[in-house]
């Protein structure tokens, strides 16, 4: 069963981001959007699909607030691209995890920077 799950949670996250970038027509969804995640019930009839937008907190919550709006005609399109017998009910969560990622790295270039400088 948990292979099923991550087949399907794989198959989900591709055709949501095909489906963003070329049918979704909604300018609030910024172009600056990754599907970091998507984790299914072990039902398979929930899809908890994590975002992550680089941008301000305003474009966060635009692109949120769009994806909320478009979540019924995303679970329409999977309906029509996906051969299952239910189309899971989709939930958009944001991920901020790639942004701390990132300021981790930046951190820890300038702690070896400093290190650098200090040697010389």
């Not at 070329?22 to 599907?35: A, E, N, Y």
């Not at 299914?40 to 937008?53: F, G, Q």
């Not at 994806?67 to 691209?81: H, N, Q, T, V």
Request: a negative charge; proline letters at 2%; charged letters at 40%.
């Amino acid at each position: 069963m948990r292979q099923r799950q991550e087949r399907l949670s794989a198959l989900i996250r591709e055709e949501i981001s095909e489906i963003l970038l070329r049918r979704v027509k909604d300018p609030r969804i910024s172009s600056f959007l990754v599907i970091t995640e998507v984790k299914m019930s072990k039902d398979l009839r929930y899809a908890h699909i994590y975002v992550s937008v680089y941008g301000s907190e305003e474009e966060k919550k635009q692109t949120m607030q769009g994806l909320e709006s478009a979540k019924g005609f995303i679970r329409s399109e999977l309906g029509k691209d996906l051969r299952i017998r239910f189309v899971p009910e989709i939930f958009f969560e944001l991920d901020d995890s790639l942004e701390k990622g990132d300021r981790i790295l930046r951190k820890l270039k300038e702690l070896g920077l400093e290190d650098e400088q200090d040697s010389e």
